[in-house]
């Protein structure tokens, strides 16, 4: 399983960045995936999670409408649309293999990929 996760950079409040994560080595279009975060000295937390045909599809209570998730199961690419960025979003972001709403968090580093950086600073 590889995961590889594109997209971060440093913004400025307001702005928006799209995240995308290439995935090979399993059958993408048959697993749900999710989007997870980790800040320095925090625990991880769940972003975004949807399903393997998109129909269902579920955020972390923080999003509130500025963030989208989508996927391209013939090129095996998940993706998470940022918008409205804040400061607080500031975090590590990683796709997962999976729903990880359902594991324990300890766990979850052994179904994500190296990460993409998100900085929100103005």
């Known amino acids: 399983v590889q995961l590889v996760e594109l997209g971060g950079g440093t913004v400025q409040p307001g702005e928006s960045l799209r995240l995308s994560c290439a995935a090979s080595g399993f059958f993408f279009s048959t697993f749900p995936m999710t989007w997870v975060r980790q800040a320095p000295g925090k625990e991880p937390e769940l972003v975004s999670v949807i399903n393997k045909n998109s129909e269902s599809i579920d955020y972390g209570d923080f999003v509130k409408g500025r963030f989208t998730i989508s996927r391209d199961n013939v090129k095996n690419m998940l993706f998470l649309q940022l918008n409205n960025l804040k400061p607080e979003d500031t975090a590590m972001y990683y796709c997962?293999?999976?729903?990880?709403?359902?594991?324990?968090?300890?766990?979850?580093?052994?179904?994500w990929g190296r990460g993409t950086q998100v900085t929100v600073s103005s």
């Open positions: 997962a293999k999976g729903d990880l709403r359902g594991a324990p968090k300890p766990g979850w580093p052994n179904y």
